[in-house]
């Protein structure tokens, strides 16, 4: 799978990737291979949202309670997408980031994922 952004701070590293979906069978497949591929990852964080049914969800994946997923679902609701969804994969650094730094990082991951994303424009 191709990520779409990469940003390391206080050695976690933050890897976003991002894409077209039309289904939640479609979203669960993309969370399964990514846990196939990233299996040493600590968090394996998303968010999506689809037109049709009107759909949406954030997944915190055991980082603090609204650090990770709805820093993520805000992105896309700000860039107004729909039938995307936004996977932000972290490995651990060793060094806590705190609440704050933790959602400015998942946000960050997920613009950048976006920004390079080809099929971004839905």
């Not at 394996?44 to 650090?67: M, R, V, W």
Request: proline fraction near 2%; glycine fraction near 6%; aromatic fraction near 10%.
């Amino acid at each position: 799978m191709q990520i779409n952004c990469e940003i390391e701070n206080k050695k976690s590293r933050f890897l976003g990737f991002v894409f077209k979906v039309e289904s939640v069978s479609q979203i669960k497949n993309y969370l399964e291979q990514l846990k196939i591929e990233h299996k040493k990852a600590t968090h394996i964080c998303y968010a999506y949202i689809l037109s049709s049914p009107n759909l949406e969800k954030c997944f915190d994946d055991k980082e603090p309670s609204g650090t990770a997923g709805k820093p993520i679902l805000n992105v896309l609701h700000k860039q107004n997408k729909s039938n995307i969804v936004a996977f932000v994969v972290r490995y651990f650094g060793g060094v806590k980031l705190g609440a704050g730094n933790l959602t400015r990082m998942y946000s960050k991951c997920t613009s950048g994922a976006l920004l390079n994303f080809k099929d971004a424009n839905t």
